[in-house]
Every structure is written in structure tokens, then in C-alpha cells.
């Protein structure tokens, strides 16, 4: 195990193994991609069941014993991955290609991207953006393959596919992917938040009178996403399955086990799953995890992005067909997050609370209607009404579980959705 690398690795954001012991970390790949450049595939293991597999660009020193450190901050290795890229080129296992007709920013200005996930992404003069993927896995990548069948397509809702970088040889792996950057474009997150600031300023105002409403802005999201479901519909196909109640009491069981506040009303949410049983539901490729973050709003219209479907899935199961309602589900949860994350902060007199939570209410139920009126209009099914209740239940259950363990304080957030929901 190398000392060196081992202390960068477990000192990154995107480190996944943080609250596991690690007991080796060995090359299992190493690509000069430069003289003093190599791209290194490193293997990673714990005393606690499966390894992960990471992806690392690193600087090599002139001497053996020199420190080694990441080079995806320096503007002239990101340049070269992307001069890589143009030229198509192959080193060893690893190819890099363009897609048909793509012009790629060589040479332009790079900058790395603050916001670290499972990847690293690196802007070109604000016309392209490269995602490294750290956490690399073998399989089709669903972000590079739904990105690839709605660019070709012409779907004006996502930032075209520009080129990829891959292993060759044994199961297909990516190694990471180059897209349009979306010039000039707010995350919707920040946009809603925004909303429910201007909102709980004018508390004596109701959502349709503040300055900042977005109850447009969610229809058009709406229009958006039915788009690109009816996209995706129509180059992948669509078939016909049962309503997933096993799958969903798998998740309820697994989230009970450890949150008991979900316990008081795990037998009303089974309820309604088996209510649901049996009955025939349409599924097709969606975006898998949905909600404000994964959308942008560009000067001409709403973009999706990160098509990597839900975290701690494998690949098969993130491109495994689901239900569109799943992705209407998350979005309506992110509207419930969007207006209660301030109160989430404490703090404040329980009059004011009170009032801030009922305009926290009528702003999410207003958006929420809104999204689905676009989602209808543009061209979606207008979503069954028990069918979205059971997958915004799933998802709440979910929720609970995630903030459980990372947010506590979050937690009553997906424990009202609950409450809402069963008791109808």
C-alpha cells in the first residue's frame, strides 16, 4: 500500500470509504498519459466486505520518492485530456473520443468547479465542461448513455454530449464524459430557495403575490421533463410491468430497522403499497434521482443534467426501466425541501414559525400543482393520483432513512411527507 497515495485519497470529498477501515490500496492500472502524467485505476480495500475502484491523474516528481499530488486542478493536463479527446486518441487500455461532429474548446482557459461529488468536473472557457468520474465502475454509464440518446435526438432539455473517456478491454467502463457547458444557467435549487426567501420576507403576502413566485417556472419545468420522459419513451421504448410493492417493502423494512420514528406508521404505508398490487404501470428509462439540484434554468429553457441515476444503486439497477412517476415523485419532494429548509435552522418565536410554516405550505402545494399541470401539458400522463402518492411515499421513506443518518435535524421534513400522505 502506498503511503502517498492512500493519505490523498482518504482526504478527498469524493472518498466514499471515510467511515470504513481500509486495509490496502494497490494500482491495479497506471497510464502515462505524459512523461510526468499518469492516470491511475486504484483498487481499495476494507475489512468490511466490498472494494471500490478509483480514479486518480497524477504529477509524478523528476526522482523515485518524490511526492506525487492530483493534477486535475492544472489547466495544462485538463487541456491535455481534452486535446485527447478531439484527436479520438487511444493509450494502452484507455480511449478517449469525440463525438460525430463535436468542436471542442482546445486550448481555452480550464478551471476546476468547487462542487465535489463522485466526480471532477473541469469548465473549458465556459463552453465545455469534463466530468471525471473518481468512483469508476464497470458497465454502461446511464449519465453518459441517456446524455448521448437525448443529444442525438435534438432534445433542447440537456446539455449536448461532446466526448468520453473509457477502458477498454473486459466490461465496458467510463472513465469520465465531456458535455456543453451551460453558459449563464442558475440551478434550480437556487432558484426556488430564492422563491420562499422573497416568500417569508412579505409574511403577510401570499405566494401568488410576492415578487419572487415560481409557480411559472415549475410549469415550465414540468413541460421539460414531460419532454424529455416522451424522448427517452420514444428512442428506448416503453414496456408494461407490475406496480414494484416488493421493492418498496424491501426499502420500508430496511429504513424501519433503523428509524424508529418511521415505525408508527409502517403498517398504514404497507397499506397502501399493497393496495397498489398487481396493477399494471407503464416503465420506460428515466432519470432515476430528480429533484431542483439536477435541473438547471438556462436564458431559453430548463436543462437536466446528471443522469447518473439514485446513489448506492448499482448500474443495473440505475438502468433498470421505472416508473416516469418516479421521477415526478422526486421532484414534488424537493418543492416539500425547497420550502421548509429554513425551518429546518431554528430559531424564531412559534407564532412566527407557525406563519412561516403555513406560507412554507401554500408555496410547495402551489408548485407542486404547477409542475404537474406543465407535466400534463407537455405531453406526460397526468399522474394517477394513488399511483404518485406510493412513489412519493417510497421516496419519503427513503429521505428518512438518508437524514437519519447524515441530517437529524432534517429529519421531520420526510416524516411530515409521511404523515401527509397516510393519512390521506
Not at 36 to 58: N, T
Not at 140 to 161: C, F, K
Not at 174 to 198: I, K, P, Q
Not at 334 to 348: M, V
Amino acid at each position: 500500500m502506498d503511503p502517498q497515495l492512500t493519505e490523498y485519497l482518504t482526504q478527498q470529498r469524493w472518498y466514499a470509504g471515510r467511515n470504513r477501515e481500509l486495509t490496502d490500496a494497490e494500482p491495479a492500472l497506471v497510464v502515462a498519459l505524459r512523461d510526468d502524467i499518469d492516470l491511475v485505476l486504484l483498487d481499495v480495500s476494507y475489512d468490511d466486505g466490498p472494494g471500490e475502484r478509483y480514479q486518480l491523474v497524477l504529477r509524478r516528481g523528476d526522482n523515485d520518492g518524490d511526492a506525487v499530488f492530483d493534477a486535475m486542478g492544472d489547466p495544462e493536463v485538463a487541456n491535455l485530456l481534452l486535446s485527447l479527446i478531439t484527436e479520438s486518441a487511444t493509450i494502452g487500455p484507455v480511449s478517449f473520443a469525440a463525438e460525430p461532429g463535436a468542436e471542442l474548446p482546445v486550448g481555452e482557459t480550464a478551471r476546476v468547479m468547487g462542487a465535489e461529488q463522485s466526480n471532477t468536473s473541469v469548465v473549458f472557457d465556459e463552453a465545455a465542461i469534463l466530468k471525471v468520474f473518481r468512483r469508476v465502475m464497470p458497465g454502461v454509464n446511464p449519465d453518459i448513455e441517456l446524455t448521448r440518446v437525448l443529444s442525438r435526438a435534438g432534445s433542447p432539455h440537456v446539455a449536448p454530449l461532446l466526448g468520453t473517456m473509457s477502458l477498454d478491454g473486459g466490461p465496458e467502463t467510463a472513465l469520465g464524459m465531456l458535455a456543453r457547458f451551460a453558459d449563464n444557467a442558475a440551478e434550480g435549487w437556487d432558484m426556488a430557495v430564492a422563491s420562499t426567501r422573497d416568500l417569508y420576507a412579505e409574511g403577510d403576502l401570499y405566494a401568488n403575490e410576492v415578487g419572487g413566485d415560481f409557480a411559472g417556472e415549475s410549469e415550465r419545468l414540468g413541460h421539460a421533463v414531460a419532454a424529455v420522459h416522451a424522448t427517452l419513451a420514444a428512442e428506448l421504448g416503453t414496456a408494461t410491468a407490475l406496480f414494484p410493492v416488493e421493492t418498496m417493502l424491501e426499502r420500508l423494512a430496511a429504513v424501519t430497522a433503523s428509524v424508529p420514528q418511521v415505525r408508527e406508521y409502517a403498517a398504514a404505508i404497507e397499506g397502501r403499497y399493497r393496495a397498489l398490487e398487481g396493477q399494471p404501470i407503464t416503465v420506460q428509462r428515466i432519470h432515476g434521482d430528480l429533484h431542483l439540484g439536477q435541473v438547471l434554468r438556462t436564458p431559453e429553457t430548463w436543462l437536466l443534467i446528471d443522469f447518473e441515476g439514485e446513489p448506492g444503486q448499482s448500474l443495473d439497477q440505475r438502468r433498470a426501466p421505472d416508473s416516469p412517476l418516479r421521477d415526478v415523485a422526486g421532484m414534488l419532494r424537493s418543492y416539500q425541501y425547497a420550502a421548509f429548509q429554513r425551518l429546518t435552522e431554528g430559531g424564531g418565536n412559534e407564532q412566527r414559525r407557525k406563519q412561516l410554516a403555513a406560507r412554507a405550505r401554500e408555496w410547495a402545494d402551489r408548485n407542486r400543482a404547477a409542475f404537474c399541470t406543465g407535466y400534463a401539458e407537455g405531453g406526460g400522463t397526468d399522474p394517477d393520483a394513488e399511483l404518485l402518492a406510493a412513489y412519493e411515499l417510497d421516496k419519503a421513506v427513503y429521505e428518512a432513512g438518508y437524514e437519519a443518518r447524515h441530517r437529524p435535524h432534517w429529519l421531520d421534513l420526510p416524516l411530515g411527507a409521511i404523515a401527509n400522505i397516510v393519512s390521506g
